[in-house]
């Protein structure tokens, strides 16, 4: 009920501010691009960033949102397939580095939205469905968003803004190699029935020339029979006769409005997801809750300023529903973040003044506590005839720790086809509210992380973008190091500092009917301490991912293929001897094949998706989930008002 109060809200909102509303003035006075560490809707892409558009989500056949890292280069870790564990930039995965490590965050239209949860991040609780997103930006560079520096890389989901109104849903099944027939007509008891899905999902959209608004609800499923996690289950868990299941239920909205010369969004949304969050010693029967609501936008000040703003405010709750719970996990965490972006133009100079603030309240069932956080950045930027370059320096506060940012970027055209761009920085930071919100879960972390000097990671990167008609390639080296660092160990919490060096390669092509993309990349940790050797081990020294897509042909059917390829790796013994699996994990060779058809004037799509068409053995984590050949089968439809 919360989430359909609050999408009813939104959407009469926008109804309201659309429906007289006319499009920005032509006396409106076009909004500088913004720096290239300021993460905008409509900015050039930068280097090491993947765009992943609509058609490529839907030509995937994904139904979740964490799937989408499917398509990036990262090291990814996930125990069941459901949630994922990822790296950017090769240091630790969450689950690996002990709390208050300094990882990635995740924006939706502009606003910031926590998501981690019990060492492991919650995608599917974003206030969002797959159907209302036309693209998701991931980037791996450090970047500035919602006025603090992300060090570990963004992802920024971005929904769709409709221009009419119109409908759009989803529904898609599916079964794994084995299985009795198809599962709807066998009994769900059966052995060896891996049911997948029903995934769901329905959007309305009304929109206008200077408004437009979206509704969305969502459901998600999965109900696993695999051999080696069933013995696992509590028998008061898998009585339902289904086995072991997850479950994902949303009700999401965004409204927006184009007004004095600006853009602002309202976004919310409720999510709930119930299953299983796994460990690899123990598993937590979970029902986990995310409501968010906020607004975000940007605007003329004065004539001679720009003001970027979002605040946005959460709750996150997270019920134990096992027989023997864990008693770190029962939480309820709310959260209130704000930040504003100030820049003025000078002639070939900009100046952004960038703030955030954040408001935590942690409740478990021991304690209750509170935590600020505030940051303050400047950033300079030079735009000359062929080259730009951008400077920051920032700092922030956490409680009674102190951090500062550094960085500096260049920008320059080398010829009509060649961009080349460089960065550098170095940013110290403290505990800030989300990862002291975990670290509070884990007292004995929690105590050296407070204890201890903020960890430092400085990075420096470059890279080298050539485009021509039909073509476009992207080669480039970084290198990152982190002081300070911490990891789990069977013997506590190890300490030492970590290189990373790294270098990536990407192309696209059109070849005749088809468009042609490939993706590398290399990472190669060194460390001099033994102790956090292990962890770094965990990383993927090779990923590589290459796609194929045909335009439409006879009968508008689209063929799509994709290649993916990641190197075995081995993982520290105390995170997966604990169910006598081997700690090395098989490199992972994928092949994904999808083939779609239009129907009645391209309002239906129908797809049929094949996942390792090799049925190679695919995991993620050593303890985790062995997944054979899958087929998924699904159709969308869009009733859309005649413009």
Same mark, same amino acid.
């Given at each position: 009920?919360?989430?359909?109060?609050?999408?009813?809200?939104?959407?009469?909102?926008?109804?309201?501010?659309?429906?007289?509303?006319?499009?920005?003035?032509?006396?409106?006075?076009?909004?500088?691009?913004?720096?290239?560490?300021?993460?905008?809707?409509?900015?050039?892409?930068?280097?090491?960033?993947?765009?992943?558009?609509?058609?490529?989500?839907?030509?995937?056949?994904?139904?979740?949102?964490?799937?989408?890292?499917?398509?990036?280069?990262?090291?990814?870790?996930?125990?069941?397939?459901?949630?994922?564990?990822?790296?950017?930039?090769?240091?630790?995965?969450?689950?690996?580095?002990?709390?208050?490590?300094?990882?990635?965050?995740?924006?939706?239209?502009?606003?910031?939205?926590?998501?981690?949860?019990?060492?492991?991040?919650?995608?599917?609780?974003?206030?969002?469905?797959?159907?209302?997103?036309?693209?998701?930006?991931?980037?791996?560079?450090?970047?500035?968003?919602?006025?603090?520096?992300?060090?570990?890389?963004?992802?920024?989901?971005?929904?769709?803004?409709?221009?009419?109104?119109?409908?759009?849903?989803?529904?898609?099944?599916?079964?794994?190699?084995?299985?009795?027939?198809?599962?709807?007509?066998?009994?769900?008891?059966?052995?060896?029935?891996?049911?997948?899905?029903?995934?769901?999902?329905?959007?309305?959209?009304?929109?206008?020339?200077?408004?437009?608004?979206?509704?969305?609800?969502?459901?998600?499923?999965?109900?696993?029979?695999?051999?080696?996690?069933?013995?696992?289950?509590?028998?008061?868990?898998?009585?339902?006769?289904?086995?072991?299941?997850?479950?994902?239920?949303?009700?999401?909205?965004?409204?927006?409005?184009?007004?004095?010369?600006?853009?602002?969004?309202?976004?919310?949304?409720?999510?709930?997801?119930?299953?299983?969050?796994?460990?690899?010693?123990?598993?937590?029967?979970?029902?986990?809750?995310?409501?968010?609501?906020?607004?975000?936008?940007?605007?003329?000040?004065?004539?001679?300023?720009?003001?970027?703003?979002?605040?946005?405010?959460?709750?996150?709750?997270?019920?134990?529903?096992?027989?023997?719970?864990?008693?770190?996990?029962?939480?309820?965490?709310?959260?209130?973040?704000?930040?504003?972006?100030?820049?003025?133009?000078?002639?070939?100079?900009?100046?952004?003044?960038?703030?955030?603030?954040?408001?935590?309240?942690?409740?478990?069932?021991?304690?209750?506590?509170?935590?600020?956080?505030?940051?303050?950045?400047?950033?300079?930027?030079? %735009? &000359? $005839?062929?080259? +730009?370059?951008?400077?920051?320096? !920032?700092?922030? *506060?956490? =409680?009674? /720790?102190?951090? #500062?940012?550094?960085?500096?970027?260049?920008?320059?055209?080398?010829?009509?086809?060649?961009?080349?761009?460089?960065?550098?920085?170095?940013?110290?930071?403290?505990?800030?509210?989300?990862?002291?919100?975990?670290?509070?879960?884990?007292?004995?972390?929690?105590?050296?992380?407070?204890?201890?000097?903020?960890?430092?990671?400085?990075?420096?990167?470059?890279?080298?973008?050539?485009?021509?008609?039909?073509?476009?390639?992207?080669?480039?080296?970084?290198?990152?190091?982190?002081?300070?660092?911490?990891?789990?160990?069977?013997?506590?919490?190890?300490?030492?500092?970590?290189?990373? %060096? &790294? $270098?990536?390669? +990407?192309?696209?092509?059109?070849? !005749?009917?088809? *468009?042609? =993309?490939? /993706?590398?990349? #290399?990472?190669?940790?060194?460390?001099?301490?033994?102790?956090?050797?292990?962890?770094?081990?965990?990383?993927?020294?090779?990923?590589?991912?290459?796609?194929?897509?045909?335009?439409?042909?006879?009968?508008?059917?689209?063929?799509?293929?994709?290649?993916?390829?990641?190197?075995?790796?081995?993982?520290?013994?105390?995170?997966?001897?604990?169910?006598?699996?081997?700690?090395?994990?098989?490199?992972?060779?994928?092949?994904?094949?999808?083939?779609?058809?239009?129907?009645?004037?391209?309002?239906?799509?129908?797809?049929?998706?094949?996942?390792?068409?090799?049925?190679?053995?695919?995991?993620?984590?050593?303890?985790?989930?062995?997944?054979?050949?899958?087929?998924?089968?699904?159709?969308?439809?869009?009733?859309?008002?005649?413009?």
């Amino acid at each position: 009920m919360i989430g359909v109060r609050i999408g009813a809200a939104v959407c009469l909102l926008a109804a309201a501010a659309g429906a007289q509303g006319t499009p920005p003035s032509a006396r409106c006075v076009s909004a500088p691009d913004a720096p290239p560490y300021l993460a905008t809707r409509d900015r050039a892409p930068l280097a090491g960033e993947i765009v992943i558009a609509r058609a490529e989500l839907e030509r995937n056949g994904w139904s979740r949102l964490s799937e989408a890292l499917q398509a990036t280069t990262w090291s990814l870790a996930s125990l069941e397939g459901y949630t994922f564990d990822a790296s950017a930039d090769g240091l630790p995965v969450e689950r690996l580095s002990a709390s208050g490590q300094p990882d990635w965050i995740v924006l939706v239209d502009g606003q910031r939205v926590p998501v981690r949860a019990a060492g492991t991040r919650l995608l599917e609780l974003l206030p969002v469905s797959l159907a209302q997103v036309e693209r998701i930006v991931v980037s791996r560079a450090p970047t500035f968003v919602a006025g603090r520096l992300a060090v570990r890389g963004v992802i920024d989901v971005r929904t769709r803004r409709a221009e009419r109104a119109a409908v759009r849903g989803s529904y898609a099944i599916g079964n794994e190699r084995g299985d009795p027939g198809p599962y709807r007509y066998t009994d769900l008891a059966t052995p060896n029935v891996e049911r997948l899905g029903p995934d769901a999902a329905v959007a309305l959209f009304a929109g206008g020339r200077s408004a437009d608004a979206q509704l969305a609800a969502r459901y998600s499923s999965l109900n696993v029979t695999d051999e080696a996690l069933l013995p696992r289950l509590d028998p008061a868990i898998g009585a339902t006769g289904r086995g072991l299941f997850q479950l994902v239920k949303s009700v999401s909205a965004r409204a927006g409005v184009d007004v004095a010369c600006g853009r602002h969004d309202v976004v919310g949304g409720i999510a709930r997801f119930s299953g299983i969050l796994y460990q690899p010693a123990r598993d937590d029967w979970t029902r986990t809750t995310l409501a968010h609501l906020g607004v975000a936008g940007d605007a003329p000040v004065g004539g001679a300023l720009r003001l970027r703003y979002s605040l946005a405010g959460e709750r996150f709750d997270l019920d134990t529903l096992s027989p023997r719970p864990s008693p770190a996990l029962p939480h309820r965490r709310t959260a209130l973040l704000a930040h504003a972006d100030l820049s003025r133009t000078v002639g070939a100079l900009e100046l952004t003044v960038a703030s955030a603030a954040s408001a935590w309240t942690m409740d478990t069932e021991t304690a209750n506590a509170r935590r600020r956080d505030i940051s303050l950045a400047a950033l300079l930027r030079h %735009a &000359g $005839a062929r080259v +730009r370059t951008d400077l920051a320096v !920032g700092g922030e *506060r956490s =409680g009674d /720790e102190h951090g #500062l940012q550094l960085l500096a970027a260049v920008q320059a055209r080398l010829d009509a086809r060649t961009q080349l761009h460089a960065s550098a920085g170095r940013a110290a930071r403290p505990l800030d509210g989300e990862a002291w919100s975990e670290a509070l879960l884990l007292p004995a972390e929690l105590a050296l992380a407070e204890a201890a000097s903020a960890p430092s990671i400085d990075w420096a990167e470059l890279a080298v973008h050539r485009a021509g008609d039909d073509w476009r390639m992207e080669f480039g080296a970084d290198v990152r190091r982190a002081a300070d660092w911490r990891v789990r160990t069977t013997d506590g919490i190890a300490r030492g500092d970590v290189t990373v %060096a &790294g $270098a990536h390669l +990407r192309g696209e092509t059109q070849l !005749g009917t088809a *468009r042609a =993309g490939l /993706e590398y990349r #290399l990472l190669v940790p060194s460390n001099p301490k033994p102790e956090v050797d292990p962890a770094l081990g965990a990383t993927a020294r090779h990923a590589a991912r290459a796609t194929v897509t045909t335009e439409r042909v006879a009968g508008n059917f689209r063929f799509s293929g994709a290649f993916t390829y990641r190197s075995a790796t081995r993982w520290p013994p105390d995170l997966a001897d604990s169910i006598a699996i081997a700690r090395v994990l098989p490199a992972l060779v994928r092949l994904d094949a999808t083939v779609e058809k239009w129907l009645w004037r391209d309002r239906a799509r129908v797809y049929l998706a094949a996942r390792n068409l090799l049925d190679r053995e695919e995991r993620y984590h050593p303890a985790g989930a062995q997944f054979a050949l899958r087929v998924h089968l699904g159709v969308d439809v869009e009733l859309r008002r005649a413009p």
